[in-house]
């Protein structure tokens, strides 16, 4: 397991997907940052460095599927897999070694954003809600990115062309990225609205209440694209930032086991 391990990051080291998406990322926070401080000046506006800071993190969730997909993918068409299994290791070992390199890899990412993401304290200043509020937040999105990198992994290990799976993890996060700001939309809407009509405010009819709300929260809390929604829209409001973080951990192992069972069966030509 650990020689597998081993030779897995050797060679996610070595790899250019790899490293294109690492400072893809890193410019991406950074251009964010830029622009962020641009529109703050133009506008004259207030605008605190986590708007733009966490809201960059929306977009990880696409690029560990891509990133997923392809580095998966190789293995599969360069034969690498298959050899793993003829040398004498388990299937279980192969899929558990991808899993925890794919969860590096995420790390990697993660640490990309944190550093690009830094650039924009020359314009914002310091996170308005202060290093602590930074700490939860940014723990709470590395652990759904784990959740997340656990989705895929399985994904890449059921579709084994790379095109294919590219295609369907980015569909796929797209979804629940959509899912998870539509959720948080909902259970953030006001109570109360203003109406021109009457010139008071009244009842919003999109708020929801109840059983609804209660079981909005949970999916939200559960859904890894809706924890980093959270993060990203409500900076500012996140809670239960620990129940988020242990359902994190609890969907990856769950997750990562469904995926090594399917991978046992799976036929490798």
Same mark, same amino acid.
């Given at each position: 397991?650990?020689?597998?391990?081993?030779?897995?990051?050797?060679?996610?080291? /070595?790899?250019?997907?790899?490293?294109?998406?690492?400072?893809?990322?890193?410019?991406?926070?950074?251009?964010?940052?830029?622009?962020?401080?641009?529109?703050?000046?133009?506008?004259?506006?207030?605008?605190?460095?986590?708007?733009?800071?966490?809201?960059?993190?929306?977009?990880? +969730?696409?690029?560990?599927?891509?990133? =997923?997909?392809?580095?998966?993918?190789?293995?599969?068409?360069?034969?690498?897999?298959?050899?793993?299994?003829?040398?004498?290791?388990? /299937?279980?070992?192969?899929?558990?070694?991808?899993?925890?390199?794919?969860?590096?890899?995420?790390?990697?990412?993660?640490?990309?954003?944190?550093?690009?993401?830094?650039?924009?304290?020359?314009?914002? +200043?310091?996170? *308005? =809600? +202060?290093?602590?509020?930074?700490?939860?937040?940014?723990?709470?999105?590395?652990?759904?990115?784990?959740?997340?990198?656990?989705?895929?992994?399985?994904?890449?290990?059921? =579709?084994?062309?790379?095109?294919?799976?590219?295609?369907?993890?980015?569909?796929? *996060?797209?979804?629940?990225?959509?899912?998870?700001?539509?959720?948080?939309?909902?259970?953030?809407?006001?109570?109360?609205?203003?109406?021109?009509?009457?010139?008071?405010?009244?009842?919003?009819?999109?708020? =929801?209440?109840?059983?609804? /709300?209660?079981?909005?929260?949970?999916?939200?809390?559960?859904?890894?694209?809706?924890?980093?929604?959270?993060?990203?829209?409500?900076?500012?409001?996140?809670?239960?930032? +620990?129940?988020?973080?242990?359902?994190?951990?609890?969907?990856?192992?769950?997750?990562?086991?469904?995926?090594?069972?399917?991978?046992?069966?799976?036929?490798?030509?």
């Amino acid at each position: 397991m650990s020689n597998l391990l081993v030779a897995n990051i050797r060679r996610l080291v /070595r790899s250019k997907i790899f490293w294109i998406c690492f400072v893809g990322f890193f410019c991406f926070t950074v251009f964010m940052m830029v622009m962020g401080g641009f529109v703050l000046k133009s506008e004259d506006a207030v605008i605190p460095l986590d708007h733009y800071y966490f809201q960059a993190m929306l977009y990880g +969730g696409m690029l560990y599927a891509g990133f =997923i997909s392809l580095y998966i993918g190789t293995e599969f068409s360069d034969g690498t897999i298959r050899n793993k299994l003829v040398v004498g290791h388990s /299937r279980s070992e192969v899929y558990i070694a991808n899993v925890l390199t794919n969860y590096l890899a995420v790390a990697a990412f993660f640490v990309a954003w944190l550093v690009g993401g830094m650039t924009g304290i020359p314009f914002f +200043g310091l996170w *308005e =809600i +202060g290093i602590k509020g930074w700490i939860i937040n940014s723990s709470v999105i590395l652990f759904a990115g784990f959740a997340i990198a656990s989705i895929y992994t399985l994904v890449a290990h059921w =579709i084994t062309s790379k095109a294919i799976c590219a295609v369907i993890s980015i569909l796929l *996060e797209n979804m629940f990225i959509i899912a998870g700001s539509f959720l948080y939309e909902k259970l953030y809407a006001p109570k109360m609205i203003f109406s021109a009509v009457n010139g008071t405010f009244i009842p919003n009819p999109s708020y =929801i209440s109840g059983v609804t /709300r209660d079981i909005f929260k949970w999916i939200l809390r559960i859904m890894p694209s809706g924890q980093i929604a959270e993060a990203a829209y409500g900076y500012a409001t996140i809670s239960n930032e +620990g129940i988020m973080i242990i359902t994190s951990v609890a969907v990856a192992v769950l997750i990562s086991c469904i995926g090594c069972i399917i991978f046992k069966k799976k036929d490798i030509k």
